[in-house]
Protein backbone atom coordinates (compact mmCIF):
# COMPACT_ATOMS: atom_id res chain seq x y z
CA UNK A 1 0.00 0.00 0.00
CA UNK A 2 2.80 2.36 0.83
CA UNK A 3 5.10 0.98 -1.85
CA UNK A 4 6.55 3.51 -4.88
CA UNK A 5 4.93 3.14 -7.99
CA UNK A 6 5.37 4.56 -11.47
CA UNK A 7 3.20 6.75 -13.68
CA UNK A 8 3.55 7.69 -17.34
CA UNK A 9 1.47 10.58 -19.17
CA UNK A 10 0.98 13.52 -21.60
CA UNK A 11 0.21 16.71 -20.50
CA UNK A 12 -0.03 20.05 -23.04
CA UNK A 13 1.83 18.32 -25.44
CA UNK A 14 4.74 16.97 -23.47
CA UNK A 15 5.39 13.29 -21.89
CA UNK A 16 6.44 12.88 -18.31
CA UNK A 17 7.26 9.73 -16.43
CA UNK A 18 7.59 9.90 -12.77
CA UNK A 19 7.37 8.09 -9.32
CA UNK A 20 5.20 8.74 -6.50
CA UNK A 21 5.69 7.56 -3.10
CA UNK A 22 2.89 7.11 -0.68
CA UNK A 23 3.30 9.06 2.85
CA UNK A 24 1.70 7.00 5.99
CA UNK A 25 -0.11 9.75 6.88
CA UNK A 26 -4.13 9.03 7.05
CA UNK A 27 -5.95 6.41 4.66
CA UNK A 28 -9.28 7.19 2.88
CA UNK A 29 -10.86 4.05 1.43
CA UNK A 30 -7.90 1.63 2.15
CA UNK A 31 -6.07 4.58 0.40
CA UNK A 32 -3.15 6.54 1.11
CA UNK A 33 -4.02 10.09 1.27
CA UNK A 34 -0.78 12.34 0.41
CA UNK A 35 1.75 11.43 -1.89
CA UNK A 36 5.58 12.92 -2.79
CA UNK A 37 5.64 13.52 -6.92
CA UNK A 38 8.68 13.15 -8.94
CA UNK A 39 8.26 13.81 -12.49
CA UNK A 40 11.32 13.52 -15.49
CA UNK A 41 13.40 12.86 -12.01
CA UNK A 42 12.99 15.85 -10.34
CA UNK A 43 10.71 16.90 -7.02
CA UNK A 44 7.48 17.90 -7.93
CA UNK A 45 5.86 18.33 -4.71
CA UNK A 46 3.31 16.87 -2.74
CA UNK A 47 -0.68 15.83 -3.88
CA UNK A 48 -2.81 15.49 -1.54
CA UNK A 49 -6.60 13.66 -1.90
CA UNK A 50 -9.48 15.58 0.12
CA UNK A 51 -12.86 13.56 -0.40
CA UNK A 52 -12.95 13.14 -3.97
CA UNK A 53 -10.72 16.09 -4.86
CA UNK A 54 -6.65 16.30 -5.42
CA UNK A 55 -4.85 19.42 -4.37
CA UNK A 56 -1.25 20.18 -4.10
CA UNK A 57 1.26 22.07 -2.44
CA UNK A 58 3.54 22.82 -5.30
CA UNK A 59 2.68 25.23 -8.17
CA UNK A 60 4.64 22.71 -10.51
CA UNK A 61 2.05 20.70 -9.82
CA UNK A 62 -1.21 22.71 -9.70
CA UNK A 63 -1.86 22.68 -13.25
CA UNK A 64 -1.81 18.38 -13.53
CA UNK A 65 -2.73 18.04 -9.97
CA UNK A 66 -6.29 16.31 -11.38
CA UNK A 67 -4.20 14.19 -14.20
CA UNK A 68 -1.84 12.78 -11.46
CA UNK A 69 -4.25 11.99 -8.95
CA UNK A 70 -6.12 10.33 -11.63
CA UNK A 71 -3.25 8.20 -12.33
CA UNK A 72 -2.57 7.56 -8.09
CA UNK A 73 -6.59 7.00 -8.24
CA UNK A 74 -6.05 3.78 -11.16
CA UNK A 75 -2.99 2.54 -9.72
CA UNK A 76 -5.16 1.82 -6.34
CA UNK A 77 -8.25 0.30 -8.44
Not at 20 to 26: A, D, E, M, N, V
Not at 46 to 61: A, F, Q, V
Request: charged content about 25%; some cysteine; aromatic content about 16%.
Amino acid sequence: MFNRFSINFDYDGKHYRGEIKPLQGGLQHRMPTTFQVFLNNAYCGLIKRRGEDWETDSPKCAVMVNVIGNRIYDWYE
